[in-house]
């Protein structure tokens, strides 16, 4: 019986193949027009997909995408599926675009090429014009070029319209944990001066991203920290050093400055909700100043 | 070099590394003004750099350094071997892990005496199971295998937990933990560890004779009026009490118990019961000196006390494993 | 005056009867000799005497007072036992070791005064160990090493000596000369008590002997009595010349094997 079956068991074989092969063949001639079925393997990627593209295009996000504390549009992810960005969760979604970060899961990223699918990579933003030019790309790619540059318009200007830093400014330190901080060629540091602040990481000579010891920051002087909790009531050394008494001391004691950490996290228009909070923030603190 | 004069020399050396500890730092500290801030200005950058920063610092690492020195000796002259001391037969760890469990999962907020108290619970816990391990009359291959085994269980415990833990900084302090850090302590810390630091140096220094005894083995120190299980006990206790608080605050530094009496011990002429102080102070000398070391030395990141004083007391223990082979040879 | 008195000893280890229903006293000036073949419980008996051990039955008085009711301290101060061999774990002088000694004197801060220094100096004189003062204790010589922790056990001033084969390994000079002190301590209100294998010797030093065998008293009384060729046949399986010149001397002379 079954030597009578195998030729047309063989048959059926080369069906389904010229058949799956005919499939890949088509997706990737449609790669240059709009993409139907977008698996994102990276949070910000997954946050820019869920501004820019229509609903029905995005197959799966990263479960990153579901947690309150990463995901700026965490309620619309919870619309989607998701993937912990592993090549075998992606390829059953058989999409026609994967959007990768550009760091980690470089792997990931060379197997779905060898496999023939296409595959973009999103850069990191650490200025504003990165920030741009990423929610041009990510436009782009999802066939609405016209809905990023609306937002690029917008952003720009909103940027425009603030006031330059004056040299009064009060000064604030990003502290994260572990007392890491940022300069100025980073985007949490643009921010901050374009919301009117002086940052002490750059007087301490912090180019991009660095720590600053308790003694530097307590010589600097802050008037303000800004952390940015993933976690909140969670206790580690690192996270208790902002408690520290050397800067809850009677003179120093600088405001606490708390930014989402979805809205840190990844970087999109959302850096404006940001900067206005920033800059509420120093309006607050410097009335105070007044007042007193 | 007589008693006196040594004990004399140790305090000098300590006092001098606790100055020179409150003046150095990556950046200079105009000392002066600093100390003439403290009572003048008290709010001042540089009065809070010394007394919110560099004293607590500075404190801890000599009621740590001194604990372990002392632990060490203690613990040496009770088990009547140089190769002991409370981070080699599991003190240390048990206190660390109990510190971890506290710490990380919200428990201190019950009271603040719990990190403590815990990781005196862990310690005595930990130690008596190497002990209980390794059996009564155990040689000292026994028990430090046995405090191997209980270090190894600790430490993955303690790996597992940090993990475990809500916070996602967490699990990056393991290192702190197992090897031991003193940066960015506060005076609450040192307030914290303080009595119980105080209750343990009492109970040990307390034993001095009863250790002279045991020199001539557990029975004639009976029958000089020693109750070899009561010291065996109050010692644990003692470790338990100073071991306990020292590593809640600063993790396990290791090989100070192991290195200072050792170095002492000739010096004392051999004597368990005059080691002691001499131990406390030589063991605070030297964790001092390492600190003062970690901050001068140039690197981006700073360096753990701890792996300064492993790096000193590592090579130092394989070089008491092999003197002591050729002993027995 | 009896200073210790052992009424119904018996003490059990692991199921196994060390000793059985001994009687044994201790009269001031009294030097006591404990005899016996190896395992026979003389050790057993001694630390039972120091204290050190609690029997299975049976009691120890000391002074007409129940050892066990002594305070630790008291107990130390008036008993000293001197162990088997002794070791010493760390090379302390032989000053300080000696210096142990005063232990059950001192409180538990104080420091040893010029009285506990008094104590100390005599005990090392005594037994002429004056020249190794500052030596380091663990690289005397059997000899001497002897000598220094009969020192440590004198400079308690204690009132009975308990003493677990001091003149084992030593040469016959070290032997007489030891048993010399022995004798001269146990003198007035102070007796002593004293583990030996030498028979001959302890004829000549011993005031009294108690033979033991597997947990139990052969025999007491004077050396001339104990030390008869039957019970040393019967307890070392040995026959023996005895003489007499005016204390009995053996000579073992061969060794009866039970079996054949």
Redesign the interface.
Same mark, same amino acid.
């Given at each position: 019986m079954r030597s009578r079956c195998f030729p047309y068991f063989f048959l059926l074989w080369r069906w389904i193949l010229s058949l799956l092969l005919c499939l890949v063949l088509s997706s990737y001639t449609a790669a240059d027009k709009v993409p139907k079925r977008i698996v994102s393997i990276n949070l910000c990627a997954d946050e820019l997909l869920l501004l820019l593209a229509d609903p029905e295009q995005i197959s799966a996000l990263t479960h990153l995408s579901h947690d309150e504390g990463a995901s700026y549009f965490q309620t619309k992810a919870l619309n989607y599926p998701t993937t912990t960005g592993l090549a075998e969760e992606v390829l059953p979604f058989r999409p026609d675009l994967v959007i990768a970060g550009e760091w980690g899961g470089i792997q990931t990223v060379t197997l779905l090429k060898k496999l023939g699918l296409r595959v973009e990579t999103l850069p990191l933003a650490n200025n504003m014009q990165q920030v741009f030019s990423n929610i041009e790309l990510m436009a782009k790619l999802t066939g609405h070029p016209e809905r990023g540059a609306a937002i690029v318009k917008t952003m720009q200007a909103y940027l425009a319209s603030l006031p330059a830093a004056e040299a009064s400014a009060p000064l604030a330190a990003v502290y994260d944990p572990n007392g890491y901080t940022v300069g100025a060629e980073s985007l949490r540091g643009q921010s901050m001066t374009l919301a009117g602040w002086h940052n002490a990481g750059e007087l301490a000579g912090v180019r991009d991203y660095g720590a600053l010891d308790l003694e530097t920051m307590v010589r600097l002087q802050p008037d303000a920290l800004i952390d940015s909790p993933y976690t909140l009531n969670t206790y580690s050394r690192a996270e208790a050093l902002a408690q520290h008494p050397a800067l809850r001391g009677s003179r120093l004691n600088p405001k606490m400055i708390s930014v989402p950490s979805n809205r840190t996290i990844c970087d999109g228009p959302w850096i404006i909700d940001t900067i206005a909070s920033l800059q509420s923030e120093r309006l607050k603190l410097e009335t105070q100043r007044l007042l007193q | 070099m007589k008693y006196r004069t040594l004990l004399m020399s140790l305090s000098l050396l300590v006092f001098g590394l606790f100055c020179l500890s409150l003046v150095v #730092?990556?950046?200079p500290l105009p000392i002066w003004q600093a100390a003439n801030e403290v009572f003048t200005d008290?709010?001042?950058?540089f009065a809070?750099?010394l007394t919110?920063?560099?004293l607590p610092r500075t404190l801890i690492a000599l009621l740590a350094g001194a604990t372990l020195g002392l632990g060490g000796a203690a613990m040496q002259g009770l088990l009547?071997n140089p190769l002991a001391s409370p981070d080699l037969i599991g003190s240390s760890s048990g206190a660390a892990l109990c510190a971890v469990i506290v710490?990380?999962f #919200?428990w /201190?907020n019950v009271s603040l005496q719990m990190l403590p108290l815990s990781a005196m619970l862990g310690s005595l816990v930990a130690t008596a199971l190497v002990f209980a391990l390794a059996g009564r009359d155990a040689s000292i291959t026994t028990l430090i295998l046995a405090g191997v085994a209980v270090n190894a269980l600790a430490t993955s415990a303690m790996s597992l937990l940090l993990n475990l833990?809500?916070?996602?900084?967490?699990m990056?302090?393991l290192v702190?933990w197992t090897m031991g850090d003193i940066?960015?302590r506060?005076?609450?810390d040192f307030w914290l560890m303080l009595p119980f630091t105080l209750i343990g140096w009492a109970l040990m220094l307390?034993v001095g004779? /009863?250790l !002279?005894?045991?020199?001539? #083995?557990e029975?004639?120190a009976?029958?000089? #009026?020693? !109750?070899p299980s009561w010291i065996r006990w109050r010692i644990f206790i003692a470790i338990a009490f100073a071991v306990g608080a020292t590593v809640a605050t600063t993790g396990m530094i290791g090989f100070i118990g192991l290195v200072v009496p050792h170095l002492l011990?000739p010096l004392v !002429?051999?004597?368990?019961g005059r080691l002691l102080p001499a131990a406390a102070l030589g063991g605070a000398a030297m964790l001092l000196a390492a600190d003062i070391g970690v901050r001068l030395i140039p690197t981006?990141?700073?360096i753990k006390v701890g792996v300064l004083t492993a790096l000193v007391g590592a090579p130092f223990f394989l070089y008491l494993i092999l003197r002591n082979r050729k002993e027995h040879l | 005056m009896s200073l210790l008195v052992a009424t119904g000893i018996s003490f059990k280890r692991k199921q196994q009867l060390l000793l059985q229903d001994v009687q044994l006293e201790l009269k001031a000036g009294e030097l006591l000799g404990l005899i016996g073949p190896n395992g026979a419980g003389k050790s057993t008996l001694l630390k039972i005497l120091a204290g050190l051990q609690k029997p299975t039955s049976g009691s120890v008085q000391f002074q007409a007072q129940a050892l066990h009711k002594l305070s630790t301290q008291e107990r130390s101060q008036k008993l000293a036992w001197l162990a088997q061999g002794g070791m010493i774990h760390w090379p302390l002088t032989v000053e300080r070791l000696v210096a142990l000694g005063r232990l059950p004197h001192l409180a538990a801060w104080q420091q040893a005064n010029a009285k506990d220094q008094a104590a100390i100096d005599q005990a090392i004189q005594q037994n002429g160990i004056e020249q190794l003062r500052h030596r380091d204790a663990t690289t005397l010589s059997g000899g001497e090493r002897t000598r220094v922790l009969l020192a440590r056990a004198l400079a308690a001033e204690p009132t009975v000596l308990l003493a677990d084969e001091p003149i084992a390994a030593l040469d016959p000079g070290y032997q007489l000369q030891t048993l010399e002190l022995l004798r001269q301590f146990a003198q007035g209100e102070r007796a002593c008590i004293v583990v030996l294998h030498e028979l001959s010797l302890a004829a000549r030093y011993c005031d009294r002997l108690y033979l033991l065998k597997s947990g139990c008293i052969v025999d007491t009384g004077s050396a001339a009595t104990v030390l008869s060729s039957e019970n040393l046949k019967n307890v070392y399986h040995i026959e023996c010349e005895i003489g007499c010149t005016s204390v009995p001397w053996i000579i073992p002379s061969r060794f009866i094997n039970d079996q054949n």
């Amino acid at each position: 019986m079954r030597s009578r079956c195998f030729p047309y068991f063989f048959l059926l074989w080369r069906w389904i193949l010229s058949l799956l092969l005919c499939l890949v063949l088509s997706s990737y001639t449609a790669a240059d027009k709009v993409p139907k079925r977008i698996v994102s393997i990276n949070l910000c990627a997954d946050e820019l997909l869920l501004l820019l593209a229509d609903p029905e295009q995005i197959s799966a996000l990263t479960h990153l995408s579901h947690d309150e504390g990463a995901s700026y549009f965490q309620t619309k992810a919870l619309n989607y599926p998701t993937t912990t960005g592993l090549a075998e969760e992606v390829l059953p979604f058989r999409p026609d675009l994967v959007i990768a970060g550009e760091w980690g899961g470089i792997q990931t990223v060379t197997l779905l090429k060898k496999l023939g699918l296409r595959v973009e990579t999103l850069p990191l933003a650490n200025n504003m014009q990165q920030v741009f030019s990423n929610i041009e790309l990510m436009a782009k790619l999802t066939g609405h070029p016209e809905r990023g540059a609306a937002i690029v318009k917008t952003m720009q200007a909103y940027l425009a319209s603030l006031p330059a830093a004056e040299a009064s400014a009060p000064l604030a330190a990003v502290y994260d944990p572990n007392g890491y901080t940022v300069g100025a060629e980073s985007l949490r540091g643009q921010s901050m001066t374009l919301a009117g602040w002086h940052n002490a990481g750059e007087l301490a000579g912090v180019r991009d991203y660095g720590a600053l010891d308790l003694e530097t920051m307590v010589r600097l002087q802050p008037d303000a920290l800004i952390d940015s909790p993933y976690t909140l009531n969670t206790y580690s050394r690192a996270e208790a050093l902002a408690q520290h008494p050397a800067l809850r001391g009677s003179r120093l004691n600088p405001k606490m400055i708390s930014v989402p950490s979805n809205r840190t996290i990844c970087d999109g228009p959302w850096i404006i909700d940001t900067i206005a909070s920033l800059q509420s923030e120093r309006l607050k603190l410097e009335t105070q100043r007044l007042l007193q | 070099m007589k008693y006196r004069t040594l004990l004399m020399s140790l305090s000098l050396l300590v006092f001098g590394l606790f100055c020179l500890s409150l003046v150095v #730092g990556r950046d200079p500290l105009p000392i002066w003004q600093a100390a003439n801030e403290v009572f003048t200005d008290h709010s001042s950058v540089f009065a809070i750099i010394l007394t919110e920063i560099r004293l607590p610092r500075t404190l801890i690492a000599l009621l740590a350094g001194a604990t372990l020195g002392l632990g060490g000796a203690a613990m040496q002259g009770l088990l009547r071997n140089p190769l002991a001391s409370p981070d080699l037969i599991g003190s240390s760890s048990g206190a660390a892990l109990c510190a971890v469990i506290v710490l990380y999962f #919200g428990w /201190q907020n019950v009271s603040l005496q719990m990190l403590p108290l815990s990781a005196m619970l862990g310690s005595l816990v930990a130690t008596a199971l190497v002990f209980a391990l390794a059996g009564r009359d155990a040689s000292i291959t026994t028990l430090i295998l046995a405090g191997v085994a209980v270090n190894a269980l600790a430490t993955s415990a303690m790996s597992l937990l940090l993990n475990l833990a809500p916070s996602p900084y967490a699990m990056r302090e393991l290192v702190l933990w197992t090897m031991g850090d003193i940066t960015d302590r506060s005076m609450d810390d040192f307030w914290l560890m303080l009595p119980f630091t105080l209750i343990g140096w009492a109970l040990m220094l307390g034993v001095g004779k /009863q250790l !002279n005894a045991l020199t001539l #083995g557990e029975e004639t120190a009976a029958s000089l #009026g020693v !109750n070899p299980s009561w010291i065996r006990w109050r010692i644990f206790i003692a470790i338990a009490f100073a071991v306990g608080a020292t590593v809640a605050t600063t993790g396990m530094i290791g090989f100070i118990g192991l290195v200072v009496p050792h170095l002492l011990r000739p010096l004392v !002429n051999y004597e368990p019961g005059r080691l002691l102080p001499a131990a406390a102070l030589g063991g605070a000398a030297m964790l001092l000196a390492a600190d003062i070391g970690v901050r001068l030395i140039p690197t981006d990141a700073a360096i753990k006390v701890g792996v300064l004083t492993a790096l000193v007391g590592a090579p130092f223990f394989l070089y008491l494993i092999l003197r002591n082979r050729k002993e027995h040879l | 005056m009896s200073l210790l008195v052992a009424t119904g000893i018996s003490f059990k280890r692991k199921q196994q009867l060390l000793l059985q229903d001994v009687q044994l006293e201790l009269k001031a000036g009294e030097l006591l000799g404990l005899i016996g073949p190896n395992g026979a419980g003389k050790s057993t008996l001694l630390k039972i005497l120091a204290g050190l051990q609690k029997p299975t039955s049976g009691s120890v008085q000391f002074q007409a007072q129940a050892l066990h009711k002594l305070s630790t301290q008291e107990r130390s101060q008036k008993l000293a036992w001197l162990a088997q061999g002794g070791m010493i774990h760390w090379p302390l002088t032989v000053e300080r070791l000696v210096a142990l000694g005063r232990l059950p004197h001192l409180a538990a801060w104080q420091q040893a005064n010029a009285k506990d220094q008094a104590a100390i100096d005599q005990a090392i004189q005594q037994n002429g160990i004056e020249q190794l003062r500052h030596r380091d204790a663990t690289t005397l010589s059997g000899g001497e090493r002897t000598r220094v922790l009969l020192a440590r056990a004198l400079a308690a001033e204690p009132t009975v000596l308990l003493a677990d084969e001091p003149i084992a390994a030593l040469d016959p000079g070290y032997q007489l000369q030891t048993l010399e002190l022995l004798r001269q301590f146990a003198q007035g209100e102070r007796a002593c008590i004293v583990v030996l294998h030498e028979l001959s010797l302890a004829a000549r030093y011993c005031d009294r002997l108690y033979l033991l065998k597997s947990g139990c008293i052969v025999d007491t009384g004077s050396a001339a009595t104990v030390l008869s060729s039957e019970n040393l046949k019967n307890v070392y399986h040995i026959e023996c010349e005895i003489g007499c010149t005016s204390v009995p001397w053996i000579i073992p002379s061969r060794f009866i094997n039970d079996q054949n």
